[in-house]
C-alpha cells in the first residue's frame, strides 16, 4: 500500500495551496480518506475526512476555507486549501482507513509520508 502526497510548499497568508494524495495497493473506494496535520511540539490532529460515498468532514478550524475530493476512479485525494493562515502551518499527512460494521476500531490503517505546508504571514 502506498500513500503519495504532493502540493506542499511555502505560501504567504491569504493564498491557496492544493496537496494531492494517490493511493495505490487498496480498494480506494471501501476506505476513508483523510487529511490530518501536526504542527511542532503539537500532536496530530483532523483537518478533513471523506468517505467512498462522499460524505465529508471538515474540522471547524477550516471550515469555509479548506474543501476536500476524492476520484474514485484515480484513487486520489485532494485538500483544497484557501485563504491560509499562519497558524495552518504543520506537516499534512494522507490517510486512509477501512472499518469493519460495528467495529470502532479501523480494520486498516495507512499513513502517507507527509507534506510540508508552510504560511507566512
Known amino acids: 500500500v502506498q500513500l503519495v502526497e504532493s502540493g506542499g510548499g511555502l505560501v504567504q497568508a491569504g493564498g491557496s495551496l492544493r496537496l494531492s494524495c494517490e493511493t495505490s495497493?487498496?480498494?480506494?473506494?471501501?476506505?476513508?480518506m483523510g487529511w490530518y496535520r501536526q504542527a511542532p511540539g503539537k500532536q496530530r490532529e483532523l483537518v478533513a475526512t471523506?468517505?467512498?460515498?462522499?460524505?465529508?468532514n471538515v474540522a471547524e478550524s477550516v471550515k469555509g476555507r479548506f474543501t476536500i475530493s476524492r476520484d474514485n476512479a484515480k484513487n486520489t485525494v485532494v485538500l483544497q486549501m484557501n485563504s491560509l493562515k499562519p497558524e495552518d502551518t504543520a506537516v499534512y499527512y494522507c490517510?486512509?482507513?477501512?472499518?469493519?460494521?460495528?467495529?470502532?476500531?479501523?480494520?486498516?490503517?495507512?499513513w502517507g509520508q507527509g507534506t510540508q505546508v508552510t504560511v507566512s504571514s
Open positions: 490517510n486512509a482507513r477501512r472499518y469493519r460494521t460495528g467495529v470502532p476500531s479501523p480494520l486498516y490503517d495507512y
Open positions: 471523506q468517505t467512498g460515498g462522499g460524505s465529508p
Open positions: 495497493g487498496v480498494i480506494f473506494s471501501l476506505y476513508i
